[in-house]
């Protein structure tokens, strides 16, 4: 599987759209991109994926280059309880998610 | 709805003690999975059921043994534990193996070893 590299955190305004990228430089064509968070100690949340197209759900948006070599997850209304660690992970099959360290968004007042 | 329950919360051992964490879910899923996640690190998984009746390794499963007692339940072992043990446990469970399932998870055990 494919690694990720994201930033160790990220602050972002409450209203605000929060915008979080992943690295996936590395990713192979028949790779998805996923994307889980993590709130508090709670167990990891199920976000969203794709492969190649965008994609959009109640929670959030995800934008796939074109190369596929990055993505964006995107909180558009960010909220106080949308603080979390946000983990990206590449991977062919859904039975071996290799999670990393992720990014740790903090949404202030 | 339930959807995976762990049991216990929390617990705490001495060094050398066996404990069996237990996993179920309600919501008719193929696979199950055991993660450990240490302090500031993400989750590694420990083992993982494709389907009742199968069991295969993750990254991590030195010192564990798992048993997939049926499609709901998947238990977790520590047959001797040791400190480096120490860790939250997670369980999740997927509709199948099949790609781009997401995996639904509990709210873990935190398990201290002394």
């Known amino acids: 599987d494919a690694k990720t590299t994201q930033p160790p955190s990220m602050d972002c305004a409450e209203g605000r759209a929060a915008n979080l990228p992943c690295n996936h430089s590395?990713?192979?064509?028949?790779?998805?991109v996923y994307w889980y968070r993590q709130i508090h100690s709670q167990g990891p949340q199920y976000i969203i994926h794709?492969?190649?197209n965008n994609e959009t759900n109640e929670m959030a948006s995800l934008i796939i280059t074109e190369d596929r070599k990055s993505s964006t997850l995107i909180l558009p209304h960010a909220t106080l309880r949308d603080t979390a660690v946000y983990y990206c992970?590449?991977?062919?099959?859904?039975?071996?998610?290799?999670f990393g360290t992720g990014t740790r968004l903090q949404v202030f007042p | 709805n339930a959807g995976v329950t762990q049991t216990p919360k929390f617990q705490v051992l001495k060094t050398g003690q066996s404990m069996t964490l237990q996993c179920a879910q309600d919501?008719?899923?193929?696979?199950m999975y055991w993660y450990r996640q240490d302090p500031g690190m993400g989750l590694r998984l420990i083992y993982y059921?494709?389907?009742?009746?199968?069991?295969d390794k993750g990254e991590v499963p030195n010192g564990y043994n798992v048993s997939r007692l049926n499609k709901r339940e998947f238990s977790l072992r520590l047959e001797s534990a040791a400190p480096s043990q120490t860790s939250v446990y997670f369980c999740?469970?997927?509709?199948?193996?099949?790609?781009?399932?997401?995996?639904?998870f509990g709210d873990g055990t935190r398990l201290s070893i002394l």
């Open positions: 999740a469970s997927s509709e199948g193996p099949a790609r781009r399932q997401p995996q639904h």
């Open positions: 590395t990713i192979s064509g028949n790779e998805y």
């Open positions: 794709g492969l190649k």
């Open positions: 992970i590449v991977s062919y099959y859904t039975d071996k998610l290799i």
């Open positions: 919501m008719n899923h193929n696979s």
């Open positions: 059921s494709a389907s009742e009746g199968t069991t």
